[in-house]
C-alpha cells in the first residue's frame, strides 16, 4: 500500500467532468438514508464514478497495489470499495479468515454500519475482488469507539481505525505502517498503535499468504534490480536510466515493496544482492 496524494477538490473535478450531475444525486441519496437511519436501497450509483479512482490509483488495488486492466475490463476487475463499510459491520477477527489471535481490542459490530458514507466519496476507493470481495467484505476493525452516525469522514480519525485509507491526506501515508523485507510485508513501526496496524493490515489483506503476491514483488524486483545494478556510477543504458528514473513512481505495481528494496540498495548493497538473487529465482520459477 502506498498514499495516492488526491487533493479533495481535484477528486470532485474529476467526478464532475466524468459523471456530470453524480454529487448532486449521491447528496439527495444521502439525505434520504440519514433520514431511514440504514442503508436501505433497490439500486445504487457508485459504479458510475469507479473509473475516476480506477484512474487515479493508477490502475493498482488500493491494497495489494497489484495491476489491474485499465478502462472497460478494469471495470469488470475492479470493485468500487466502501472503506467504512454502508451496512452492518461484524467483528474481526471472526475466526475463519484470520490465522491470528490479537490481544488488543479491535472493536466492536454495528448493526447499521456507516450508511451515511454510502455516497461520501472521501469513503470510496477502487480495490481487486480478491481483497475487497474475499477478505474485506464488511469488517472494519477499529481500537477506539465507533462514531456516532453523521459524523464526517475526517473526524472519525477518533475511531482509531487499524486499516489505512491511501487516498489523499486525512490518514497516515500507508508505506509508513507496512514496509517489506525483500516480498515480505512487514508492520514498519517497532510498538504501539502503529506496529499493530501494520501487523493487522498484512494479516487482513493476506498480504504474506498470497503467492501471486510475492511472484508479482519479485519480479518487480528482478526488472528494477538490474538496472539499479547497471547506472551505479551514472553508467547504464537509457532505458535502465529511464527505469531508475521511474523506480518511485506511484505507478508502479508493488510500489511499497519496489521502494524499500532500494532503500535496501542505498544502505546495504550486499543484502540488495542476495534479495535481487531470491526474486530472479522466485521470479523464473513463477
Known amino acids: 500500500m502506498i498514499r495516492y496524494d488526491v487533493r479533495p477538490e481535484d477528486l470532485e473535478a474529476a467526478i464532475r467532468s466524468d459523471v456530470p450531475g453524480w454529487l448532486e444525486r449521491a447528496s439527495l441519496r444521502t439525505a434520504t438514508l440519514v433520514g431511514q437511519r440504514r442503508y436501505e436501497e433497490r439500486s445504487s450509483i457508485w459504479s458510475e464514478v469507479k473509473d475516476v479512482f480506477m484512474r487515479l490509483q493508477h490502475y493498482k488495488c488500493i491494497f495489494c497495489e497489484r495491476k489491474l486492466e485499465t478502462k472497460k475490463n478494469g471495470r469488470i476487475e475492479f470493485d468500487l ?22 490481544d488488543y481490542p479491535t472493536g466492536s459490530a454495528s448493526p447499521e454500519g456507516y450508511y451515511w458514507l454510502a455516497y461520501e466519496i472521501g469513503n470510496y476507493a477502487a480495490a481487486c475482488k480478491a481483497c475487497n470481495t474475499n477478505l474485506k467484505l464488511n469488517f472494519f476493525p477499529i ?14 480519525a477518533a475511531e482509531r ?47 504474506n499468504r498470497r503467492d501471486g503476491l510475492h511472484e508479482e514483488r519479485a519480479r518487480m524486483i528482478a526488472i528494477f534490480g538490474p538496472a539499479l545494478r547497471s547506472t551505479s556510477g551514472g553508467g547504464g543504458t537509457a532505458g535502465e536510466q529511464a527505469l531508475v528514473k521511474n523506480i518511485d513512481s506511484a505507478s508502479q505495481p508493488h510500489a511499497n515493496c519496489l521502494r524499500a528494496f532500494r532503500r535496501l540498495w542505498n544502505t546495504d548493497r ?17
Do not use: N
Open 81 to 102: 470499495e466502501h472503506f467504512r463499510p454502508k451496512g452492518s459491520v461484524a467483528v474481526w477477527p471472526d475466526g475463519a479468515r484470520s490465522l491470528s489471535v490479537y
Open 161 to 207: 481505525p487499524f486499516l489505512c485509507f491511501p487516498l489523499g491526506r486525512l490518514d497516515e501515508d500507508p508505506s509508513d505502517l507496512i514496509t517489506f523485507t525483500a516480498t515480505t510485508a512487514i508492520p514498519a513501526w517497532p510498538d504501539g498503535h502503529g506496529r499493530r496496524r501494520g501487523e493487522l493490515m498484512i494479516d487482513f489483506f493476506d498480504l
Open 143 to 156: 481500537a477506539g469507539e465507533r462514531g456516532p452516525p453523521t459524523t464526517a469522514v475526517a473526524d472519525l
Open 270 to 286: 550486499v543484502a540488495a544482492e542476495d534479495v535481487l538473487d531470491h526474486c530472479q529465482i522466485l521470479a523464473a520459477e513463477a
